[in-house]
C-alpha cells in the first residue's frame, strides 16, 4: 500500500547490500515538513514500503523522535534483525532472530556508497557559563535544519543539558529546567573527549556541518575536540573571557575564528566588524523564550555550507 502524499514522514527503502557477509536493506527517514517537526497522529495512517526482504536485515536511519523509531522497530519485528544507525557509531543491531548477528552489536556500513570520502565542517561554539551557548547552538540547529536536512548538533559536555530541555516550551519553569539538568547530569571521565572527538569525526565524514557546544571551560582535557574540529564562535557574557577561547581554539587548535557574539540581557543587535570574523553584541533571550539568530550571525555561519539542494 503506497503512502499517503500528505504524509509528514517519507520511508525509503535501499536495494539489498551486504556487510561481513549480511545481507541487509536500508530504511531510511525523511522528515518531509518545512520545520522538520511531526505528531504522533502521523503514525495512524504511516505504512512500510513494499518490497521489504524479511529474510535479510532492515536498518533504519534518519532523523526522527524515540517514539518513530519505536514504532518502526516493531513493525519490521519480522526481519532477520533490525538496526538503529547512529552516524557516530554505526548500525547498532537492537533485534535479531538470525544467529549471525547478536544485540548490541554494531555494523560499519556506508550510507553514502560510493561517494568520494570527505570531511565537512565541524564548528565549535564555546564560551564560558551562563553566556547562551546551548540556547545558541539550539537555534542554529533549529534555523538551519528548515534549509539543510544534513547537519548534527553533539552535545559534547555532561551537565545534563540536551535539546530536549531547550523545547520543554515556555510554560516550564526555569527551577524545573534546573531539577531535570541536575537529574541527568554526569561527570567527566579519561574517554570522555576522545569518544565525542571521534563521533565528530565520524560525523564529518556523513554530514554537510556539525555544530558542536562543548561546555563554559577552558580544559586541556578538550583538546581531542581542537583535533576533530575546523571552526569556533565565540559567545560570552564577560569580555575578559574571550581572549583565553581564542588562545585555546585558535593559537592552540588552529581553528579558524567564524564569529564572537557578546550576549547581553538587553534584546539589542549590534555588529561591530565583519573581518577577519565577525563581531556583534546580541541579547541572547532565556531558556523557553523564542530565539531569533541574527540575519548576519546566520549568513556567516552558512558561509561552511554549500547550497541547500
Given at each position: 500500500m503506497?503512502?499517503?502524499?500528505?504524509?509528514?514522514?517519507?520511508?525509503?527503502?535501499?536495494?539489498?547490500?551486504?556487510?561481513?557477509?549480511?545481507?541487509?536493506?536500508?530504511?531510511?527517514?525523511?522528515?518531509?515538513?518545512?520545520?522538520?517537526?511531526?505528531?504522533?497522529?502521523?503514525?495512524r495512517?504511516?505504512?512500510?514500503?513494499?518490497?521489504i526482504d524479511?529474510?535479510?536485515g532492515?536498518?533504519?536511519?534518519?532523523r526522527?523522535?524515540?517514539?518513530?523509531?519505536?514504532?518502526?522497530?516493531?513493525e519490521l519485528?519480522?526481519?532477520?534483525w533490525?538496526?538503529?544507525?547512529?552516524p557516530r557509531l554505526?548500525?547498532?543491531?537492537?533485534s535479531t532472530?538470525?544467529?549471525?548477528?547478536?544485540?548490541g552489536?554494531?555494523?560499519?556500513?556506508d550510507?553514502?556508497?560510493?561517494?568520494?570520502?570527505?570531511?565537512c565542517?565541524?564548528?565549535?561554539?564555546?564560551?564560558?557559563?551562563?553566556?547562551?551557548?546551548?540556547?545558541?547552538?539550539?537555534?542554529?540547529?533549529?534555523?538551519?535544519?528548515?534549509?539543510?536536512?544534513d547537519?548534527?548538533?553533539?552535545?559534547?559536555?555532561?551537565?545534563?543539558?540536551?535539546?530536549?530541555?531547550?523545547?520543554?516550551?515556555?510554560?516550564?519553569?526555569?527551577?524545573?529546567?534546573e531539577?531535570?539538568?541536575?537529574?541527568?547530569?554526569?561527570?567527566?571521565?579519561?574517554?570522555?573527549?576522545?569518544?565525542?572527538?571521534?563521533?565528530?569525526?565520524?560525523?564529518?565524514?556523513q554530514?554537510?556541518?556539525?555544530?558542536?557546544?562543548?561546555?563554559?571551560?577552558?580544559?586541556?582535557?578538550k583538546?581531542?575536540?581542537?583535533?576533530?574540529c575546523?571552526?569556533?564562535?565565540?559567545?560570552?557574557?564577560q569580555?575578559?573571557?574571550?581572549?583565553?577561547?581564542?588562545e585555546?581554539?585558535?593559537?592552540?587548535?588552529?581553528?579558524?575564528?567564524l564569529?564572537v557574539?557578546h550576549?547581553?540581557?538587553?534584546?539589542?543587535?549590534v555588529?561591530?566588524?565583519?573581518?577577519?570574523?565577525?563581531?556583534?553584541?546580541?541579547?541572547?533571550?532565556?531558556?523557553?523564550g523564542i530565539?531569533?539568530?541574527p540575519?548576519?550571525?546566520?549568513?556567516?555561519?552558512?558561509?561552511?555550507?554549500?547550497?541547500?539542494?
Amino acid at each position: 500500500m503506497p503512502q499517503s502524499a500528505e504524509s509528514a514522514i517519507k520511508l525509503t527503502l535501499s536495494k539489498s547490500r551486504s556487510v561481513q557477509g549480511l545481507s541487509y536493506q536500508i530504511l531510511s527517514i525523511e522528515l518531509v515538513t518545512k520545520d522538520r517537526l511531526i505528531s504522533p497522529e502521523d503514525l495512524r495512517d504511516q505504512t512500510l514500503p513494499p518490497h521489504i526482504d524479511y529474510k535479510g536485515g532492515i536498518v533504519i536511519s534518519g532523523r526522527g523522535p524515540i517514539w518513530l523509531y519505536g514504532y518502526l522497530i516493531h513493525e519490521l519485528h519480522p526481519a532477520a534483525w533490525v538496526a538503529c544507525y547512529d552516524p557516530r557509531l554505526g548500525a547498532v543491531v537492537v533485534s535479531t532472530h538470525s544467529r549471525q548477528t547478536q544485540v548490541g552489536q554494531v555494523l560499519s556500513i556506508d550510507l553514502q556508497e560510493n561517494l568520494p570520502p570527505r570531511l565537512c565542517p565541524a564548528m565549535m561554539i564555546v564560551g564560558p557559563p551562563d553566556s547562551g551557548k546551548s540556547v545558541l547552538s539550539h537555534a542554529l540547529f533549529r534555523t538551519l535544519l528548515t534549509q539543510y536536512s544534513d547537519i548534527y548538533l553533539q552535545r559534547a559536555h555532561w551537565d545534563g543539558e540536551g535539546n530536549w530541555i531547550l523545547e520543554l516550551g515556555e510554560m516550564t519553569k526555569s527551577s524545573d529546567r534546573e531539577a531535570y539538568k541536575l537529574a541527568y547530569k554526569g561527570g567527566i571521565t579519561d574517554k570522555f573527549f576522545e569518544h565525542h572527538s571521534q563521533a565528530i569525526l565520524n560525523l564529518r565524514r556523513q554530514k554537510t556541518l556539525v555544530l558542536v557546544d562543548v561546555g563554559g571551560k577552558v580544559q586541556p582535557e578538550k583538546v581531542p575536540l581542537l583535533e576533530a574540529c575546523t571552526h569556533y564562535l565565540v559567545i560570552s557574557s564577560q569580555p575578559e573571557e574571550i581572549a583565553p577561547w581564542h588562545e585555546f581554539c585558535r593559537d592552540r587548535g588552529n581553528l579558524k575564528c567564524l564569529a564572537v557574539v557578546h550576549s547581553s540581557l538587553e534584546i539589542e543587535e549590534v555588529i561591530h566588524k565583519r573581518e577577519p570574523w565577525l563581531e556583534m553584541t546580541w541579547g541572547v533571550l532565556e531558556q523557553g523564550g523564542i530565539c531569533q539568530i541574527p540575519t548576519v550571525l546566520l549568513e556567516q555561519v552558512q558561509t561552511l555550507l554549500k547550497p541547500p539542494q
